[in-house]
């Protein structure tokens, strides 16, 4: 439509239009072309530069990304690594834990044990105990014998002076003899007594040194042993305590490492 305007704007000639209308239009529609083709070049200039630009700013940020992906690769063996050792830690944590706990359930046996072991010897103790209070009804009861045949002793020797003493004896009088039977039977009596009664006495101290050295003994090994087990149960119990911490510690840990090790296997 436009050129349509141009051509009449054209003047009229012979066999034609006037030349110079003709050359004017081919002047400016020359120049109208060439400043159209010098904008687009500077139009292509700008988006050329800013091209370069966009592909260098994405060629920096591919490199900040391999640079990152790098740095999270490496990042995420660490993290492999240090939960490989935590597991092993927790492995180890576990099975000392398990020896711990049947160090423990052996202590206490050891403890029931020994507290069976008091109980039997209190129980000695308690028999030895009455075993001796009998003994000493008996030696109570020899030594009072003992006086009594001691007495008759005193009673048959006066008698048997007295009759050893007249100056004579009735015939088939058997009366000194006896006397003289009666008094051996006293002293052989009172001799058996006697010793019976020392028996009775070894016997009673050596019940007696048993009883001292049963007691000193058992309450003794009683209390340093209870002691001891109660050292080592509280030991027990603190480290079960302190391997139980660690353990959820060492649990907590790999959790926390559980999320890190998918961020960084996308």
């Known amino acids: 439509m436009a050129a349509s305007n141009d051509f009449l704007k054209f003047r009229s000639a012979l066999n034609g239009f006037h030349r110079a209308d003709v050359i004017h239009y081919l002047?400016?529609?020359a120049r109208q072309q060439e400043s159209a083709q010098q904008m687009l070049k500077a139009q292509l200039a700008a988006l050329q530069e800013e091209?370069?630009?966009?592909?260098?700013?994405?060629?920096?940020?591919?490199?900040?990304l391999s640079d990152q992906r790098a740095a999270l690769e490496d990042e995420r063996a660490a993290l492999s690594a240090q939960q490989a050792e935590l597991r092993a830690a927790n492995a180890s944590?576990?099975?000392q834990y398990g020896a711990l706990s049947a160090l423990r359930?052996?202590?206490?046996?050891?403890v029931?044990?020994?507290?069976?072991?008091?109980?039997?010897?209190?129980?000695?103790?308690?028999?030895?105990?009455?075993?001796?209070?009998?003994?000493?009804?008996?030696?109570a009861a020899l030594s009072a014998r003992i006086d009594q045949l001691n007495s008759e002793n005193l009673d048959l020797t006066a008698r048997l002076a007295e009759l050893l003493d007249k100056p004579g004896a009735p015939a088939g009088a058997d009366a000194p003899t006896q006397e003289?039977?009666?008094?051996?039977?006293?002293?052989?009596?009172?001799?058996?007594?006697?010793?019976?009664?020392?028996?009775?006495y070894l016997r009673l101290r050596e019940i007696e040194s048993r009883l001292h050295s049963a007691a000193g003994s058992c309450s003794q090994q009683t209390?340093?042993?209870?002691?001891?087990?109660?050292?080592?149960?509280?030991?027990?119990?603190?480290?079960?305590?302190?391997?139980?911490?660690?353990?959820?510690?060492a649990s907590g840990e790999l959790e926390s490492l559980a999320p890190n090790l998918r961020?960084?296997?996308?």
């Open 27 to 29: 002047e400016q529609n």
């Open 51 to 64: 091209l370069e630009q966009t592909q260098s700013a994405l060629q920096a940020q591919e490199t900040s």
């Open 93 to 95: 944590l576990q099975e």
């Open 105 to 110: 359930d052996d202590l206490l046996g050891q």
């Open 112 to 139: 029931s044990s020994l507290t069976a072991q008091r109980d039997q010897a209190l129980s000695s103790v308690d028999a030895l105990t009455a075993e001796k209070a009998r003994l000493t009804d008996e030696q």
């Open 180 to 200: 003289l039977a009666a008094y051996r039977r006293a002293e052989a009596a009172e001799r058996n007594a006697y010793i019976r009664a020392r028996q009775l």
């Open 223 to 249: 209390g340093a042993l209870t002691q001891s087990l109660g050292q080592s149960l509280h030991q027990l119990d603190e480290l079960a305590g302190s391997l139980g911490r660690a353990l959820q510690a």
């Open 263 to 266: 961020t960084g296997t996308r």
